[in-house]
T-cell receptor, first 117, second 117 residues
Framework: AQKITQTQPGMFVQEKEAVTLDCTYD???????LFWYKQPSSGEMIFLIY??????QNATEGRYSLNFQKARKSANLVISASQLGDSAMYFC??????????????FGKGTKLSVKP | DGGITQSPKYLFRKEGQNVTLSCEQN?????MYWYRQDPGQGLRLIYY???????QKGDIAEGYSVSREKKESFPLTVTSAQKNPTAFYLC????????????????FGAGSRLTVL
């Protein structure tokens, strides 16, 4: 079974508008961490934002925020005021404390975001 | 500036040949990782190392080998036993142990693209 599900293979957003990228996860651990990475066409993975399972507040980093709904097991990324440079692949990832992945990051298949001028 | 250097950026291999991908970091990180990325897929873990002279298999280790003789270096050899080696390979590092739960962010290199002719 997939641990991380990103249901949107591709998304379009108008420049300066906000966009939400969906991510749901599956774990039986109580302690886990959720990450979002950006991958531009150059290929390098760039860390955007982190949310711990015990964090009560939603994480924010500049124009990025994470809409964490623990009961629904969702960790959606919200990008406000989209810019052309935001066009990239976006990956949601999870680290479980005791899961079979032995603490490593498990990645979803990604969402390709295209920002239109 | 601190970071991770992967080389070569592009590599072509004939069937039956072994090739080695280089990964060097100057971040003084203890843990290093190799991931494989196929088109339309997320990242899958090949091998990881938490400390010098020790490494562990990830989810898709068959057909690959690694070494960790120095803290800074974690080369990956793609052997002839790997049936479908054409892919994008990403090396990463982090400052803490793999099983530490927290914002233990992975820093990635720019990747190496391997094509089998």
């Amino acid at each position: 079974a997939q641990k991380i599900t990103q249901t949107q293979p591709g998304m379009f957003v108008q420049e300066k508008e906000a966009v939400t990228l969906d991510c749901t996860y599956d774990t039986s651990d109580q302690s886990y961490g959720l990450f979002w990475y950006k991958q531009p066409s150059s290929g390098e993975m760039i860390f955007l934002i982190y949310q711990g399972s015990y964090d009560e507040q939603n994480a924010t980093e500049g124009r990025y925020s994470l809409n964490f709904q623990k009961a629904r097991k969702s960790a959606n990324l919200v990008i406000s005021a989209s810019q052309l440079g935001d066009s990239a692949m976006y990956f949601c990832a999870m680290r479980e404390r005791y899961g079979g992945s032995q603490g490593n990051l498990i990645f979803g298949k990604g969402t390709k975001l295209s920002v239109k001028p | 500036d601190g970071g991770i250097t992967q080389s070569p950026k592009y590599l072509f291999r004939k069937e039956g040949q072994n090739v080695t991908l280089s990964c060097e970091q100057n971040l003084n990180h203890d843990a290093m990782y190799w991931y494989r990325q196929d088109p339309g897929q997320g990242l899958r873990l090949i091998y990881y190392s938490q400390i010098v002279n020790d490494f562990q298999k990830g989810d898709i280790a068959e057909g690959y080998s690694v070494s960790r003789e120095k803290k800074e270096s974690f080369p990956l050899t793609v052997t002839s036993a790997q049936k479908n080696p054409t892919a994008f390979y990403l090396c990463a590092s982090s400052g803490g142990q793999v099983v530490f739960l927290g914002a233990n962010v992975l820093t990635f290199g720019a990747g190496s693209r391997l094509t089998v002719l």
